[in-house]
């Protein structure tokens, strides 16, 4: 038995139960961190198998954590995974290359099965010679629109800002358009890149340049700009502060079953947050008790 969608709160309910999708949570037999309300023990199967799980490429170090993670406590649960951006994900859906996938980019108008297992958010990056140290959205969003061109309108050096972006089909790019652009579009001065990695080393290598990466791509050999005042970390993103936050689904045709149905129960259960935690911020905050 599966229970409708309810259990995140704050914005993300308010964004998901506005949609057409088909999301519910798996039935677990303990409660999810910080539910509302008692969630029904399903039924699951042991039988050894392999499961064939994708993911975004923003989400590779998450299914990285999952194989190990999970495999400790079931050996005999063997996963297959898959990395690709979003359009190439689904692809791979509807031709059953994979029978699940993770992302933290679902489409409102999507009717496929979903349920939540942790958060994601998109980290604003910037080389480390700027002299600023933070952005508001509408100033990002100007950047790229390529209305502001120059750091120096910004109260930065007088530099040419130098734009870097995820390619179409990508997740992370849909999500920040979502976010940031709405219906405006990217520059077309923007360079293109294909991956978080990718993005990490040219805004690390190119002074005056920005970008964006999901959260658990951000290291040391970028800055990273505080949004509206708020910096990106696990408090701020399970608290709903930082602005640029995004919900991280199992995604596929139909309700799970078997030992894809405990694999995502597991997800959802306090060890499986913790491992999400590790790269990611999980559903709530640890402590969390909310009625």
């Known amino acids: 038995m599966l229970m409708p969608f309810s259990n995140v709160t704050g914005d993300q309910h308010k964004i998901m139960v506005s949609t057409r999708r088909t999301i519910a949570t798996v039935a677990l037999a303990t409660m999810l961190v910080g539910c509302r309300g008692q969630i029904l023990p399903a039924t699951t199967t042991t039988t050894p198998g392999v499961m064939r799980i994708g993911t975004t490429t923003a989400l590779s170090p998450l299914i990285d954590d ?13 996963i297959d995974s898959h990395y690709a951006n979003y359009e190439t994900m689904l692809r791979y859906l509807y031709d059953d290359e994979v029978t699940y996938f993770i992302s933290s980019h679902l489409p409102p108008e999507s009717q496929l099965w979903a349920a939540p297992i942790g958060q994601d958010a998109i980290v604003i990056i910037s080389n480390h ?32 800002i130098i734009v870097f972006s995820r390619e179409n089909g990508s997740g992370t790019r849909a999500e920040f358009e979502r976010m940031i652009m709405g219906r405006r579009q990217v520059t077309a001065n923007a360079h293109v890149v294909s991956a978080n990695s990718y993005i990490i ?11 964006y990466v999901s959260m658990s791509y951000a290291n040391e050999s970028v800055k990273i700009f505080d949004i509206d005042g708020i910096s990106p970390c696990p408090e701020t993103i399970y608290s709903n502060l930082y602005p640029l936050r995004s919900t991280i689904f199992v995604i596929g045709l139909e309700e799970p079953g078997g030992h894809y149905r405990a694999l995502i129960g597991w997800l959802q259960s306090p060890e499986g947050q913790e491992t999400i935690a590790e790269h990611y911020s999980p559903l709530v905050g640890p402590g969390s008790n909310q009625k």
């Open 66 to 78: 999952i194989t190990l993670s999970y495999g400790n406590s079931h050996p005999a649960q063997l």
């Open 129 to 160: 010679n700027s002299a600023l140290d933070g952005l508001t959205t509408e100033q990002l969003r100007g950047i790229y629109q390529g209305q502001i061109t120059s750091w120096g309108e910004l109260g930065g050096q007088h530099e040419d």
């Open 201 to 211: 080393a040219s805004v690390a290598d190119t002074p005056g340049s920005i970008g």
